[in-house]
């Protein structure tokens, strides 16, 4: 079974950047994606970019698009969301999670599998 284990949360200033990891573990299969979504306080979870792990294409959000990067070490079976000029509005709990269908979805209900969870706070 597929595990996911998201790290690099924290405080940040505003216009300041974050790393992201999402280390995969237990799984085999080779095509399948992995999407990075995030949810604030009373808010509903908001997908915010997905990355195929075989070919490496990607999609974003439009709300981080130009400011957000995903990529991926299939090396290390590692995804990584590089988050720069980040804002107050980007504060919330970012998780990973894999989608075993063929296609990048935007729908948490198509993810087969999640972390735990990594809190992103930016404050003054």
């Known amino acids: 079974q597929l595990q996911l284990v998201e790290s ?3 405080l940040v200033q505003p216009g300041g950047s974050l790393r992201l990891s999402c280390a995969a573990s237990g799984f085999r299969k080779d095509h399948y994606f992995i999407g990075w ?3 604030a306080p009373g808010k509903e979870r908001e997908w915010v970019a997905c990355i195929n792990i ?3 294409s990607a999609d974003y959000a439009s709300s981080v ?10 090396a290390k079976n590692t995804v990584y969301l590089q988050m720069n000029s980040l804002n107050a509005e ?3 709990i970012y998780y ?3 989608d075993l269908s063929p296609i990048c ?3 948490s209900t198509t993810y087969d599998y999640w972390g735990q969870g990594t809190q992103v706070t930016v404050s003054s």
Do not use: E, L, V
């Open 8 to 10: 690099g949360g924290g």
């Open 37 to 39: 979504f995030r949810q």
């Open 54 to 56: 075989s070919g490496g």
């Open 65 to 74: 698009k130009g400011r957000f990067t995903i990529s991926r070490d299939n």
């Open 90 to 92: 980007d504060t919330a």
């Open 96 to 98: 990973c999670a894999a």
């Open 105 to 107: 979805s935007m729908y």
